[in-house]
C-alpha cells in the first residue's frame, strides 16, 4: 500500500468536515438535523454497507476468518476496558464524570462513522467485510459496558443485551452473514437502492462529524491536558499497542489492517450522547472528541504508515 494513500484519503474525509463546519457556521445545519443525520447513518446508511459487504463469493476460508476476527476483537475489546480502567483511576482523575469519559473514549473508537468510510475507501469492501466483526463486537459492548458505564440507574445485563441484538446494524450483519453462507443474490430492484444509499456513507458521516467541530474553543481547550492525556491513549497508545498484537497473529494482511484502521479512529461521538442522557457536563466530552477528531488527522496516516513499513 502507499504510504500516501491514507494520508490522501484522511485529508479528503477532512475536507468533508470542514464542509460540515462551514454548513453549521452558516446554520444550513442545525443542531435537530444533525441529530436526525446521525439517526439516518446509523439506522439506514450503515446497515444498507454492512449488508453489500457480504456480497461476495462465498468460502469456508473467508467464513472461519471472519470468526477469528471477530472473536480476536472481542479480545481487544477486554483489553482496552481493563486498561483505561487501570491507565484513567481515581488516583489520577479525581473527577468521576471525567474519569467515566476518559474510559469510554480510550475503549471506543468512531469505527462506524469513520472507520468504515476510512476502511471503504483505502481497502474496499472487501476490507468492510473484515470491518463487520468490529462492529458487531463495538455495538454489543457499547450498548451493555458502555452504556452502563454513564447510567445512574443500572439495566439489567439481560435488558442491554437485548438493545445491542436489536440494533439494526447487527440484524444486517446477520441478514449479510445469510445472504453470505447461502449465495442469494438481491435482485436489483433491491440492490441497487441499497448501493445508492450505502453510498452515502463516506460523506454524510463526514459533514456530520464536522458539524461537532464547531463547539471547540481551540485558544482555550488547546491547554486542557486531561483531555490530551485521552486523545494521547485513544489515537496513538492503544493503536501502537494493537499494532504490535496484529503484527503477531496469523491472520490476512487485509483482516489485519482492517481491524488496526477500526481501532486507530478516534473518539466516539456517542460519549456526548451518553453524556446527555446521563446529566454530565457535556462540555469536556465534547472537547475530548472533538481534539481526538482533529487529531486523527495526523495519527491515523502515522499509524497506517507504521503498520505499512513494518509489512502488517
Not at 44 to 55: A, M, Q
Not at 70 to 80: D, E, G, M, S, T
Not at 155 to 173: D, G, K, L, M, T
Given at each position: 500500500m502507499?504510504?500516501?494513500?491514507p494520508?490522501?484519503?484522511?485529508?479528503?474525509?477532512?475536507?468533508?468536515?470542514?464542509v460540515?463546519?462551514i454548513?453549521y457556521?452558516v446554520k444550513?445545519l442545525?443542531?435537530?438535523?444533525?441529530k436526525?443525520?446521525s439517526?439516518?447513518?446509523l439506522?439506514?446508511?450503515?446497515p444498507c454497507l454492512?449488508?453489500?459487504?457480504?456480497?461476495?463469493?462465498?468460502s469456508a476460508?473467508r467464513?472461519l476468518?471472519f470468526?477469528?476476527v471477530?472473536?480476536l476483537v472481542?479480545?481487544?475489546?477486554?483489553?482496552k476496558i481493563?486498561?483505561?480502567?487501570?491507565?484513567f483511576g481515581k488516583?489520577?482523575?479525581k473527577?468521576r464524570q471525567?474519569?467515566t469519559?476518559?474510559?469510554y473514549?480510550?475503549?471506543?473508537?468512531?469505527?462506524?462513522?469513520?472507520?468504515?468510510?476510512?476502511?471503504?475507501a483505502i481497502?474496499?469492501t472487501?476490507?468492510?467485510?473484515f470491518?463487520?466483526?468490529?462492529l458487531i463486537?463495538?455495538?454489543?459492548?457499547?450498548?451493555?459496558?458502555?452504556?452502563r458505564?454513564?447510567?445512574?440507574?443500572?439495566q439489567s445485563f439481560r435488558?442491554?443485551f437485548r438493545?445491542?441484538?436489536?440494533?439494526p446494524?447487527i440484524?444486517?450483519a446477520?441478514?449479510?452473514m445469510i445472504l453470505?453462507?447461502?449465495q442469494?443474490k438481491l435482485?436489483d430492484v433491491v440492490?441497487?437502492?441499497?448501493n445508492?444509499?450505502?453510498n452515502l456513507?463516506?460523506?454524510l458521516?463526514?459533514?456530520?462529524?464536522?458539524?461537532?467541530?464547531?463547539?471547540?474553543n481551540?485558544k482555550?481547550?488547546?491547554?486542557?491536558?486531561l483531555?490530551?492525556?485521552g486523545v494521547?491513549?485513544r489515537?496513538?497508545f492503544f493503536?501502537?499497542?494493537?499494532?504490535?498484537i496484529?503484527?503477531?497473529?496469523p491472520?490476512?494482511?487485509?483482516?489485519k489492517m482492517t481491524?488496526l484502521?477500526?481501532?486507530?479512529?478516534?473518539v466516539a461521538?456517542v460519549v456526548v450522547?451518553?453524556?446527555?442522557?446521563?446529566?454530565?457536563?457535556?462540555k469536556?466530552?465534547?472537547?475530548?472528541m472533538?481534539?481526538?477528531?482533529l487529531g486523527?488527522?495526523?495519527?491515523?496516516?502515522?499509524?497506517i504508515?507504521?503498520?505499512?513499513?513494518?509489512?502488517?
Amino acid at each position: 500500500m502507499s504510504l500516501l494513500l491514507p494520508t490522501k484519503q484522511v485529508v479528503i474525509m477532512f475536507i468533508l468536515m470542514i464542509v460540515g463546519w462551514i454548513c453549521y457556521q452558516v446554520k444550513f445545519l442545525h443542531e435537530q438535523t444533525v441529530k436526525d443525520l446521525s439517526k439516518v447513518l446509523l439506522y439506514v446508511v450503515s446497515p444498507c454497507l454492512i449488508i453489500n459487504s457480504f456480497r461476495q463469493s462465498f468460502s469456508a476460508a473467508r467464513l472461519l476468518q471472519f470468526g477469528l476476527v471477530f472473536l480476536l476483537v472481542i479480545a481487544l475489546f477486554i483489553f482496552k476496558i481493563i486498561t483505561s480502567e487501570f491507565i484513567f483511576g481515581k488516583n489520577l482523575v479525581k473527577d468521576r464524570q471525567k474519569r467515566t469519559v476518559l474510559r469510554y473514549a480510550g475503549t471506543y473508537t468512531n469505527a462506524g462513522f469513520m472507520g468504515v468510510p476510512l476502511v471503504q475507501a483505502i481497502l474496499g469492501t472487501k476490507g468492510v467485510f473484515f470491518a463487520v466483526p468490529y462492529l458487531i463486537a463495538y455495538n454489543i459492548f457499547m450498548w451493555t459496558h458502555g452504556i452502563r458505564m454513564f447510567t445512574q440507574k443500572k439495566q439489567s445485563f439481560r435488558e442491554s443485551f437485548r438493545q445491542a441484538v436489536i440494533n439494526p446494524n447487527i440484524i444486517a450483519a446477520v441478514i449479510g452473514m445469510i445472504l453470505f453462507i447461502t449465495q442469494v443474490k438481491l435482485p436489483d430492484v433491491v440492490s441497487d437502492p441499497m448501493n445508492y444509499i450505502a453510498n452515502l456513507n463516506t460523506p454524510l458521516s463526514m459533514i456530520v462529524i464536522g458539524t461537532n467541530l464547531g463547539s471547540i474553543n481551540l485558544k482555550a481547550d488547546w491547554q486542557d491536558k486531561l483531555a490530551w492525556s485521552g486523545v494521547f491513549v485513544r489515537n496513538l497508545f492503544f493503536p501502537i499497542v494493537i499494532l504490535g498484537i496484529l503484527y503477531a497473529l496469523p491472520l490476512p494482511a487485509i483482516a489485519k489492517m482492517t481491524t488496526l484502521i477500526m481501532a486507530t479512529c478516534p473518539v466516539a461521538g456517542v460519549v456526548v450522547l451518553f453524556s446527555l442522557l446521563s446529566n454530565f457536563d457535556v462540555k469536556f466530552p465534547t472537547k475530548l472528541m472533538c481534539l481526538s477528531t482533529l487529531g486523527a488527522i495526523i495519527t491515523i496516516p502515522l499509524v497506517i504508515c507504521l503498520a505499512t513499513l513494518i509489512g502488517l
